[in-house]
Nanobody, 115 residues
Framework: QVQLVESGGGLVEPGGSLRLSCTTSGRISGVYGMSWYRQAPDKERELVAL???????EYADFVKGRFTISRNKAGNAVYLQMNDLKPEDTAIYYC?????????WGQGTQVTVSP
């Protein structure tokens, strides 16, 4: 079993920055990739950024140039640096991990961008 815990969300003004963290525990060996998703009210969950097992990085078009995904050297934590935040970035942000034993989600952290 794998547990994911997100933190770092909050209220920020447009143009501001936040750094989300996702810490993991449990059986995380053999990770294929870790990702950040988000879900706004009345919208489907969507991929924000992904970091693969090697150097693979993927970003949604709507965050390119503003968000950066990274992980620690141990490979058991992933981060999302979010700059130049916009009101449309308001959502619950979820951490996701995929390994040979399953597809795991955290409980989410709320990000609200408002004047």
């Amino acid at each position: 079993q794998v547990q994911l815990v997100e933190s770092g969300g909050g209220l920020v003004e447009p143009g501001g920055s936040l750094r989300l963290s996702c810490t993991t525990s449990g059986r995380i060996s053999g990770v294929y990739g870790m990702s950040w998703y988000r879900q706004a009210p009345d919208k489907e969950r969507e991929l924000v950024a992904l970091i693969g097992s090697g150097t693979r990085l993927e970003y949604a078009d709507f965050v390119k140039g503003r968000f950066t995904i990274s992980r620690n050297k141990a490979g058991n934590a992933v981060y999302l640096q979010m700059n130049d935040l916009k009101p449309e970035d308001t959502a619950i942000y979820y951490c996701n991990l995929v390994n040979p034993w399953g597809n795991y989600w955290g409980q989410g952290t709320q990000v609200t961008v408002s004047p």
